[in-house]
């Protein structure tokens, strides 16, 4: 079956606009974790949303939002972009509620570099 | 908190030899461990994962990792690294809530022939 899909997966934004990333996750799978990686922080957890309900949040501004739809695909909004958000943004879809008892599957990711 | 130490940046190895990345974990509780490889520009691809049970878990591309709660320790091993297997490799903790997973800080690894 396919993966999980992010678009685009490249984009260049000047500083102050605001950028929507979109990521389709394994067909069946309801949770969908966003991350943020940068050379000087590493991977760091956004948010996770599970059956369009928003579970646990990073420590990111609120400029940092997301949602997901009832077919489990997800958004995520950065607006007022600055510099600093240049950085790989992944996600990851999983089927179940919790780590536990299930793995993560990543996309490859959407590349944004903000000038 | 959860928290996952890496304490290798760096790794070289000659193709052939043997490989071990150290993984060290914080968790209250029985962690839930996971080992992904990254090659540049890509996302992560899972490679083991360790829920409970058997300490030593095998993996895709010939990695196994063993669990070991006596030392809060998950490694990465390979017996003989084959070229291809250069990448970044985290190590990560499932936490408490929900599918959030903790990384490590990665380790690069590189292969010379």
């Known amino acids: 079956k396919a993966g999980v899909t992010q678009t685009p997966r490249y984009l260049i934004k000047t500083r102050g606009q605001q950028v929507t990333l979109s990521c389709s996750p394994i067909s069946g799978h309801r949770s969908v974790s966003w991350y943020q990686q940068t050379p000087g922080q590493g991977l760091q957890f956004l948010f996770e949303?599970?059956?369009?309900?928003?579970?646990n949040k990073g420590n990111f501004p609120g400029r940092f939002s997301g949602r997901q739809f009832s077919n489990s695909r997800s958004e995520m909004n950065v607006s007022t972009l600055e510099l600093g958000d240049s950085a790989l943004y992944l996600c990851?879809?999983?089927?179940?509620?919790?780590?536990?008892?299930?793995?993560?599957?990543f996309g490859q990711g959407t590349r944004l570099t903000v000038v | 908190a959860q928290s996952v130490t890496q304490p290798d940046i760096h790794i070289t190895v000659s193709e052939g030899a043997s490989l071990e990345l150290r993984c060290n974990y914080s968790?209250?509780?029985?962690?839930?461990l996971f080992w992904y490889v990254q090659s540049p520009g890509q996302g992560l691809q899972l490679l083991l994962k360790?829920?409970?049970?058997?300490?030593l878990v095998q993996g895709i591309k010939g990695f196994e990792a063993e669990f070991k709660r006596s030392q809060s320790s998950f490694n990465l091993r390979k017996p003989s690294v084959h070229w291809s297997d250069a990448a970044e490799y985290f190590c990560a903790v499932g936490a408490v809530e929900g599918n959030k997973l903790v990384f490590g800080a990665g380790t690069i690894l590189r292969v010379k022939s």
């Open positions: 968790y209250g509780a029985t962690p839930y």
């Open positions: 990851a879809s999983a089927s179940r509620a919790r780590t536990a008892n299930t793995e993560a599957f």
């Open positions: 360790y829920f409970s049970g058997d300490t």
């Open positions: 949303y599970f059956s369009e309900t928003q579970r």
